[in-house]
């Protein structure tokens, strides 16, 4: 399938954007809900967070979106192989997302917080935690992407499958600066 036409990647990667971003719509929506609702939870909540680990993931997952990026530029120029090693760059980024996320997660317990703890972390949890999920599964396409890539499936002219690969995780990246901003810079 050409790609030098309409949207990056394939109709299907869009519907499972779109799918994502009111799944994220919805979860935003409880978020202020909850927040109109107990401000002051939000407020303490916000202060006990660890912001090193959420600029670290932010960090993380800008620096990812652009190698991914670079991938797709490269490949469109025909460097295939700078191409490659654009999306084994954005592959090792992405990979200290889960890490970094793990530790903090750590890092909350030991210092008391959980799911229990009140609104606010039952809020940030939800969101983060399913932010995580969809992270996942952008890690889990990167390696497909790169297996095919490295096989050699990818051309100047057909590349769509990188194309909807970064296309997906833009959008996560997206999703993560919404919930950095609503969680460690806002609130």
């Known amino acids: 399938m050409p790609t030098s036409r309409g949207f990056p990647g ?77 999306l084994i760059a954005g592959l090792i980024v992405s990979l200290g997302y889960p890490v970094t996320k793990i530790m903090e997660i750590d890092w909350n317990l030991a210092h008391g917080i959980n799911g229990e703890s009140g609104i606010f972390f039952t809020v940030y949890y939800y969101l983060t935690f399913n932010h995580f999920v969809h992270a996942t599964w952008g890690i889990l396409g990167i390696l497909w992407v790169l297996a095919r890539h490295l096989s050699g499936a990818y051309t100047v002219e057909d590349h769509g499958g990188l194309e909807a690969l970064a296309s997906y995780w833009h959008a996560t990246d997206i999703i993560w600066l919404i919930i950095f901003s609503f969680f460690y810079v806002l609130a």
């Open 10 to 86: 394939n109709k299907g990667i869009w519907v499972g954007i779109t799918c994502e971003l009111v799944e994220f719509l919805v979860l935003f929506i409880v978020y202020f809900v909850a927040r109109a609702h107990f401000p002051v939870a939000f407020e303490e909540g916000a202060e006990r967070l660890s912001r090193v680990s959420g600029t670290v993931i932010t960090l993380l997952m800008i620096t990812s979106s652009f190698f991914i990026a670079c991938a797709v530029t490269s490949m469109r120029a025909g460097q295939r192989r700078r191409s490659i090693g654009w």
